[in-house]
Nanobody
Framework: QVQLVQSGGGLVQSGGSLRLSCAAS????????MGWYRQAPGKQRELVAT???????VYGDSVKGRFTISRDNAKNMVYLHMNSLKPEDTAVYYC?????????WGQGTQVTVSS
């Protein structure tokens, strides 16, 4: 059973930084994509960033140049470093693992950016 446990997030002022972490368990091979998505109130869930097991990254247009995704394959961890945060980054952030054609999700973490 794949499980994802998130940590980090919280309240920060505009221009500030936060880091999100996600620990994955139950994965029996290293070949999978990890990522972060977010959902703001009244909006659809959107891609923030993904990273493959070979460290190829994809970013959503709204976070390019401000957010950095990284992973530690030995620890089955994925991180999201968020800089220059804006009020429009306020959302619930979800960790995701795409493994053997299935999506797995973390519990969600609130990130609130005040202006």
């Amino acid at each position: 059973q794949v499980q994802l446990v998130q940590s980090g997030g919280g309240l920060v002022q505009s221009g500030g930084s936060l880091r999100l972490s996600c620990a994955a368990s139950g994965l029996i091979s290293g070949i999978y994509t990890m990522g972060w998505y977010r959902q703001a109130p009244g909006k659809q869930r959107e891609l923030v960033a993904t990273i493959t097991s070979g460290s190829i990254t994809v970013y959503g247009d709204s976070v390019k140049g401000r957010f950095t995704i990284s992973r530690d394959n030995a620890k089955n961890m994925v991180y999201l470093h968020m800089n220059s945060l804006k009020p429009e980054d306020t959302a619930v952030y979800y960790c995701n693992v795409y493994f053997r054609s299935l999506d797995y999700w973390g519990q969600g973490t609130q990130v609130t950016v005040s202006s």
